[in-house]
T-cell receptor
Framework: EAGVVQSPRYKIIEKKQPVAFWCNPI?????LYWYRQNLGQGPELLIR????????DSQLPKDRFSAERLKGVDSTLKIQPAELGDSAVYLC?????????????FGSGTQLSVL | GENVEQHPSTLSVQEGDSAVIKCTYS??????FPWYKQELGKGPQLIID?????GEKKDQRIAVTLNKTAKHFSLHITETQPEDSAVYFC???????????FGKGTTLSVSS
């Protein structure tokens, strides 16, 4: 069974440019998460989806970040415009259901460098 | 909200020794405590988890213990091997449906 797939693996952009990350969760997983991991830190939640509904986006900087999960499967996270402080690894994770099954499966992440 | 503290931040052991990583949490309503292993360039991988109705869980060389009264839980790795070298994260989750809160990680180095 394929795991959580993320692309691209690496992205280098100039500040003020837009960037987008894509995630394909494990088949059948209703819950999808985007986490940000700064160097030397643990993952921090940005947004959580139950199917196509964003149920927790309290930590998402909405002035520059946006996300969507059309049809409740794939998801895209966008930053526009990017700032130097956005350099981090962006991790996508999925689980069967956040209410009944807590086990999270992570993708390999997208490492973003903003110059 | 939940806050998770993890110690130590780095840990070096000799192959064959045991390693212990400790975490404390703040929300007494938290009821799920997983541990993740992250290797360089990869996402975190779940290695073991425990729920609040259990005090200890073991899986081969790894075990997790939970003290609900003191609000702390620990990861124990016995007979460490060089391939155990990685960053380990503890996490905690409060009510069902809320997100995992992670500790800052422990870099474990096992030398042969």
């Amino acid at each position: 069974e394929a795991g959580v797939v993320q692309s691209p693996r690496y992205k280098i952009i100039e500040k003020k440019q837009p960037v987008a990350f894509w995630c394909n969760p494990i088949s059948g997983h209703n819950t999808l998460y985007w986490y940000r991991q700064n160097l030397g830190q643990g993952p921090e939640l940005l947004i959580r989806y139950e199917n196509e509904e964003a149920v927790d986006d309290s930590q998402l900087p909405k002035d520059r970040f946006s996300a969507e999960r059309l049809k409740g499967v794939d998801s895209t996270l966008k930053i526009q415009p990017a700032e130097l402080g956005d350099s981090a690894v962006y991790l996508c994770a999925s689980s069967l259901s956040s209410a009944t099954n807590e086990k999270l499966f992570f993708g390999s992440g997208t490492q973003l460098s903003v110059l | 909200g939940e806050n998770v503290e993890q110690h130590p931040s780095t840990l070096s052991v000799q192959e064959g020794d045991s390693a212990v990583i400790k975490c404390t949490y703040s929300d007494s309503a938290s009821n799920y405590f997983p541990w993740y292993k992250q290797e360089l360039g990869k996402g975190p991988q779940l290695i073991i988890d425990i729920r609040s109705n259990v005090g200890e869980k073991k899986d081969q060389r790894i075990a997790v213990t939970l003290n609900k009264t003191a609000k702390h839980f620990s990861l124990h790795i016995t007979e460490t091997q060089p391939e155990d070298s990685a960053v380990y994260f503890c996490a905690a989750r409060g009510q069902a449906g809320t997100a995992l809160i992670f500790g800052k990680g422990t870099t474990l180095s096992v030398s042969s």
